[in-house]
């Protein structure tokens, strides 16, 4: 027994007991023999059977000293866990006394106030800094516990608040000042009292009004101090369980989340856990995982639509939160938890009506569960988004697929997932078409537009399959409208008619994406043109940007794969002459060689827009068409040029750069890259060889990668062997007087109908001197001769038409400029119309009187996209 606890009339021998018993079973002293001891028990779990007498205790203890030290090497036990031969020698009447962790913390506080007493005896100002923050963290820990304030804190407070005063004064007055380390922590000390003091400011006031009240409210609310526990008797050993030694545990425990705040996963505490996690939500020490796991308890004891959409609403949120780096993107396990409660809260609202997802609600209380027969409409309004899910699943999607491998297994593993939330999108799009809300219907309309415009049919119906197994669909699907392209009108036609001008926009140009994507070339292109888009695309946002730069490229390869050359080129030039090629269409980001670098931030947002790879354009295959749409038109456009200041006028620059480079090439060895069979190519057809020429441009390996690609070659074969007669005509008409048709026929393996027509056409838009003679066969070359003052006029007249041009493109700029993007009105746009085609009416019948010199034979082809385009029907 404890000599601090002795009663009255404790013997001498029981002090000596007392005595022994501590040098001998103190904490980790007292070792228990092998074969005698019994299991160890704590002290204060002891049962009843320790009867035997003091004399039994002192030999039992004596024993157990013995054999200690026979045995050195045995595992000690705390005098906490010894059994019941070690408690022998207590006499039953004896009492023990339990201290609580709480009245343990109140000692501690009065001992750290003894503390700071003996550092103001002494000025030790620096002592008294550490243990007031000692005495700080006590004081949080007991009210972390929902336990009042000690009045011992309140008075210490208050002592030495007039005990700093006075040493400062005192500071003020010596004339031996203390040394700097004691001056600072008395500064410092002054600067903690009276935060301290400012803190609990109410409760200083009520302890200043009535020390004794404040002591006693106090004291009712805690619990006495010592509990005194009565020792029973134990009796002896009659059960298993005791024989174990084993303490017995309370299985009565609760979570406890930060803080000590208790965390009660029932139906019940739903709201204020609910109300706990929102508190922790964006705060530095927040644990993402805990707050999920958290939530998903809940979820689990749910039980009413409220609680669960609620709980829904908070879970997907933490799972956005999870990830917080905007360069890096959701974990794959992550998404697909958010995307399958998205869908479990979808089914929710849709099940059952009288619970409505909104934006915008009035206040309620968030504690109090809420049921459709108190509220007015019988409709119970819960604030929340499920458009703004929507949109961050999608856009985590797109981020993962930018930041993958293309080229590895898991990019494509990761893209099986846009089943699912295609499936997602379009769940939505009906749950919005139900419940009549037009603004996040659009929204959702246009992300499901995003995920389908761009793709072949066949991925277009494995996507709308999985709607089959959705026990919602929205009104329009797949199986609604027979095939890919009603799907993509009935969308885009919802999409015209809402108010939003940025979603017209981008509907408007993935329908016209989709039209070029299927061949339909003159849809795609009038559609374009009556949009108007090319005169404001500049001051939209920078996807609308990107997504137009791809629709022109798409356009441009319909019109290709349709052999319409001409507009190939001219759609294709625009793009080509930048030379940006990869970052017009976000697939790749510009070398700034020699402009200013880019800054961190801005090559940070400029990779955040790029497409992912299976949403790319082949740029090698874009530019083997570009290249060779502008080898069919620049060669015969070579041909027909006499002078050398005309031939530097070119109509497709960088076409003419890689030309003239290949001219200067001393040696040419056998083509390699795409770019050099396209060259010789292009050599070959200015030297009349055709054939060579259509074997080098189809023998071009990235033809295959185009759909149709056996039509697409024969349309190639039959368009050089077009513009290898042209050339040849071109180039020797001064050297001939006549020219048989039969023979022309023979020479580029066309019918002698194709060759007469062809003729005709060149002597019908003065692009040839001649005139045919059906009854011969031939035909027969006139030869003009012009002076030097008719060349000089024709070059002033060149000029002066390139002159006007220009002048009619800064006035449409300045006619259309007034209004914002997407803020056209029909009148104005009617008027601005009809002027341009009345200037440019003008300017054709202008440059119709000069056609018969050279410059009018190719003014035509300088024509802008919208220009060339009107000329074609």
């Known amino acids: 027994m404890s000599r601090f606890f002795r009663q009255a009339g404790d013997s001498d021998s029981d002090t000596e007991e007392s005595d022994e018993e501590l040098l001998t079973s103190g904490d980790e002293d007292a070792a228990a023999p092998k074969a005698a001891a019994k299991p160890a028990m704590s002290r204060f779990l002891r049962t009843a059977g320790s009867d035997s007498s003091s004399s039994d205790s002192e030999s039992s203890d004596e024993d157990e000293s013995e054999m200690s030290d026979e045995e050195p090497t045995q595992k000690k036990k705390s005098r906490f866990m010894r059994g019941d031969s070690d408690e022998d020698s207590e006499d039953e009447d004896v009492k023990r006394v339990v201290k609580s962790t709480k009245d343990k913390r109140l000692e501690e506080i009065e001992a750290t ?277 929507v949109d961050r699943l999608d856009d985590e999607f797109t981020k993962s697929l930018q930041n993958i491998d293309p080229h590895g297994t898991e990019y494509v593993d990761r893209l099986k997932d846009e089943k699912v939330l295609y499936r997602t999108i379009s769940r939505s799009q009906a749950f919005y078409e139900q419940t009549s809300q037009p603004e996040p219907l659009a929204r959702v309309i246009m992300r499901r537009l995003e995920h389908i415009y761009s793709k072949p049919d066949a991925v277009v119906s494995a996507l709308e399959s999985s709607l089959a197994s959705s026990e919602i669909t929205p009104s329009v699907t797949l199986a609604s409208s027979a095939t890919t392209s009603s799907l993509i009108h009935s969308l885009c036609v919802h999409l015209y008619k809402a108010d939003n001008s940025l979603l017209r926009t981008r509907a408007m140009l993935s329908h016209i994406y989709h039209h070029a994507l299927h061949n339909d070339f003159y849809t795609a292109r009038d559609m374009l043109l009556m949009s108007h888009l090319q005169e404001s695309i500049h001051s939209a946002d920078v996807a609308t940007q990107i997504l137009y730069n791809r629709t022109v490229v798409q356009l441009g390869l319909c019109a290709f794969r349709c052999g319409l050359i001409k507009e190939a080129q001219a759609t294709l030039q625009d793009i080509f002459t930048t030379q940006r090629v990869k970052e017009l269409l976000a697939q790749g980001v510009h070398q700034q060689r020699f402009q200013q670098q880019l800054t961190p931030e801005q090559e940070k947002a400029e990779r955040s827009r790029q497409l992912p790879f299976h949403m790319h354009i082949n740029t090698e295959l874009l530019e083997a068409a570009f290249l060779v749409s502008s080898m069919l038109v620049e060669v015969p456009l070579l041909a027909s040029i006499e002078s050398e200041e005309q031939k530097r006028k070119a109509i497709s620059k960088p076409f003419r750069r890689l030309l003239d480079f290949a001219d200067r090439q001393v040696f040419t060895g056998p083509p390699e890259s795409t770019r050099d069979h396209i060259m010789q190519a292009s050599k070959a057809l200015q030297d009349g060889e055709w054939e060579k020429c259509r074997d080098l441009i189809q023998s071009i390996k990235i033809w295959s990668l185009m759909p149709e690609v056996v039509s697409v070659k024969e349309m190639l074969a039959k368009r050089i062997q077009e513009q290898g007669l042209r050339t040849y005509l071109f180039t020797y008409a001064p050297y001939y007087s006549t020219l048989s048709l039969s023979l022309l026929s023979r020479t580029f393996s066309l019918p002698l109908r194709s060759v007469t027509s062809m003729i005709s056409k060149m002597i019908w838009n003065e692009e040839l001197s001649a005139s045919l003679d059906q009854s011969t066969g031939v035909v027969v070359f006139h030869r003009i001769e012009h002076s030097r003052p008719q060349q000089l006029a024709q070059v002033i007249a060149d000029k002066v038409s390139a002159l006007l041009e220009q002048n009619e493109k800064v006035l449409d700029i300045k006619l259309g400029g007034s209004g914002g993007w997407g803020d056209r009105t029909g009148d104005k746009g009617e008027k601005r119309g009809e002027q341009t085609q009345e200037r440019r009416g003008r300017g054709d019948r202008t440059r119709g009187s000069l056609r018969g010199g050279p410059r009018g034979r190719g003014s035509r082809f300088a024509q802008g996209l919208g220009n060339q385009m009107t000329r074609v029907r």
Do not use: C
């Not at 101090?225 to 009796?235: E, G, L, N, R, S």
């Not at 958290?294 to 609680?307: D, F, N, R, W």
């Not at 939160?321 to 958010?338: E, R, V």
């Open 113 to 389: 106030g003894k503390v700071m007493d003996n550092g103001l005896k002494i000025n030790d100002w620096v002592a008294i800094s550490n243990e007031f923050d000692k005495l700080l963290r006590l004081v949080q820990r007991q009210s972390n516990a929902a336990e009042p304030l000690p009045p011992f804190f309140v008075k210490t407070l208050l002592s030495l608040e007039d005990s700093l005063n006075a040493a400062l004064m005192k500071e003020k007055e010596a004339k031996k000042k203390m040394n700097a380390t004691n001056a600072r922590a008395l500064n410092s000390m002054k600067q903690k009292v009276r935060k301290t003091a400012k803190e609990f400011e109410k409760e200083v006031q009520q302890y200043q009004n009535d020390p004794e009240a404040f002591e006693r409210e106090f004291t009712a609310h805690a619990q006495p101090a010592d509990v005194v526990v009565p020792k029973p008797k134990k009796p002896k050993k009659n059960t298993d369980s005791e024989s174990d030694g084993e303490p017995v545990l309370d299985d009565r425990f609760t979570t406890v989340g930060k803080g000590g705040k208790a965390m009660s996963f029932s139906a019940d505490n739903i709201f204020k856990t609910l109300k706990l996690v929102h508190e922790a939500r964006g705060k530095k020490n927040t644990d993402r995982g805990e707050q999920i796991r958290i939530l998903e308890k809940l979820l689990e004891v749910a039980v009413t639509s409220y609680q669960r959409i609620r709980i829904l609403l908070a879970l997907v949120s933490s799972r956005f939160d999870y990830n917080s780096s905007i360069t890096s993107y959701m974990p794959t396990d992550l998404w697909l938890s958010a995307q399958h409660e998205v869908d479990q809260l979808i089914s929710i609202v849709v099940a059952d009506s009288s619970y409505a997802v909104q934006e915008d609600t009035e206040d309620y209380d968030e504690l109090v569960e809420r049921h459709p027969a108190t509220e007015s409409d019988g409709v119970v309004r819960i604030r929340g988004s499920i458009i703004s899910f």
